[in-house]
């Protein structure tokens, strides 16, 4: 018998030839990525949740991969790239700094006392 699993997701562009050379038939429909805004975040959502959950440094990095490159992807359908992304980064590192110190500390807000 035949067991059909749905995922209702977006995949990585070879998961049809992927899943076929494995001897399963998958339906994949295309949909214009600028009409699939929604879609997309949910994927980052997705993508992120599973890093955040990854155990081993193997696992997280290769989460991380997945996170940037649907970032990538959507910066890519609302017409950014990698280096505008790289420019708006540096530049808000420059003028706020990075979450993690150079000597490893984080430093982490309690409270603001408003004089």
């Not at 995949?11 to 038939?25: D, F, L, P, S, W």
């Not at 990854?54 to 997280?60: V, Y």
Request: proline fraction near 3%; aromatic fraction near 6%.
């Amino acid at each position: 018998m035949t067991e059909i699993v749905e995922y209702n997701k977006i995949v990585r562009t070879k998961m049809q030839e992927i899943i076929t050379a494995n001897g399963n038939t998958p339906e994949i429909v295309g949909y214009p990525a600028a009409d699939s805004i929604d879609k997309i975040k949910n994927k980052i959502r997705e993508e992120v949740n599973e890093l955040i959950e990854a155990k081993s440094a193997d696992l997280i990095i290769e989460e991380a991969a997945d996170v940037i490159q649907i970032i990538l992807d959507y910066l890519r359908v609302i017409e950014y790239g990698p280096e505008e992304l790289e420019i708006v980064r540096l530049a808000k590192e420059i003028k706020r700094g990075s979450f993690i110190s150079e000597n490893g500390m984080i430093s982490y807000l309690s409270h603001v006392q408003n004089n």
